[in-house]
């Protein structure tokens, strides 16, 4: 309830909050904050104004988010539509090392290297922002890993990647993710096939 001493804004932000909460509300506020802090930039992007976009009142974002940051925190982790159980391929049976591995390029420049809005915002807020730097490494850490254990797996080495694995799926991880920013795909910037046949004969000679 508020208090005779509160001021206009605390009671306004009191009203907010008691308002009715959509289900969809929270999906308009990412939604709206992703193409804001794409085009304007994190800081430069007010909560006010995300609220507008969204078309629901100012309180109900620090309804779903602590502040700001919590806010853009949740647009890299929920709107980047990145499911790590689908990076890697089914094997194809029959197919040698450079073939799965040429394999695993085409599949990861589907999942990866179509141009993102969220991946955008990332690269835009790294250098200013330590807990976004944060999560663009925890999530380059996750994707490498899975790749990591498929490339073990196609070496016969199934659970055990080695730093020769572990080395390659973060030099693969990279260059599928940076192809979009600059405006192509990773089979448009690079042969798979040649990729493949490059890591292959390094993975090739592991005993």
Known sequence: MDGPGAS??????????????DP??????????????????FDRTSTARIAAAAS???GLIF????????LLLAVVRDRGGLALDDLVPAPRPGADLPQAIAHLWEHLSAALGRPSIVRRIIFQ????????????????DQISAVVSQHLACLS???????PEHE????????????????GESGNDRLDGNAVAALIAGGLGTLS
């Open 125 to 140: 807020e790294l250098a200013a922002h330590s807990e976004v730097r944060q999560r663009a490494l925890e999530l380059h």
């Open 156 to 162: 016969g080495q199934a659970g055990q990647p080695r």
């Open 56 to 58: 629901v009142p100012h």
């Open 8 to 21: 206009p804004a605390a009671r306004a932000g009191e009203r907010d909050r008691a308002l009715p909460v």
């Open 167 to 182: 080395a390659a799926a973060r030099l693969i991880t990279i260059a599928v993710g940076m192809a979009p920013l600059l």
């Open 24 to 41: 969809s509300t929270r999906d308009r506020i990412l939604a709206a904050a992703e193409l804001l802090f794409a085009e304007h930039g």
């Open 63 to 70: 309804y779903y988010f602590k502040t700001k940051m919590d």
